[in-house]
């Protein structure tokens, strides 16, 4: 996987960005997507949102592929997650795609 990580000032500037870049399919619709089939998926972009002064305004913005070609964003808070969530799925991916470049 080769990631590109950005920071940017706000969550609409990274959907901006993606959406001109032909993600165009919002999965934070079909999250359950990412959760049956999270091999299925390649995490192609990062976008980080850092809030100033409260961290639960953290969040991240995926730029996703699909083994068929789709490119999608999903949109996780903060890293509280559930085990059974697209946010936790992503991360895992994200964790995946840094170990397999050593």
């Known amino acids: ?15 901006q960005e993606l959406k001109e870049k032909g993600f165009t399919v919002d999965f934070n619709l079909q999250e ?8 299925c998926f390649e995490i192609v972009h990062i976008y980080r949102y850092e809030g100033q002064t409260d961290p639960g305004d953290e969040a991240t913005v995926y730029g996703i592929k699909s083994d068929k070609g789709e490119k999608s964003v999903f949109v996780a808070g903060d890293l509280s997650f559930d085990e059974k969530s697209a946010s936790r799925t992503l991360y895992e991916l994200s964790i995946k795609g840094r170990d397999n470049r050593n």
């Open 1 to 15: 996987m080769d990631t590109n990580m950005y920071h940017y000032a706000t969550v609409s500037k990274a959907l």
């Open 32 to 39: 359950n997507r990412i959760v049956d089939c999270g091999d």
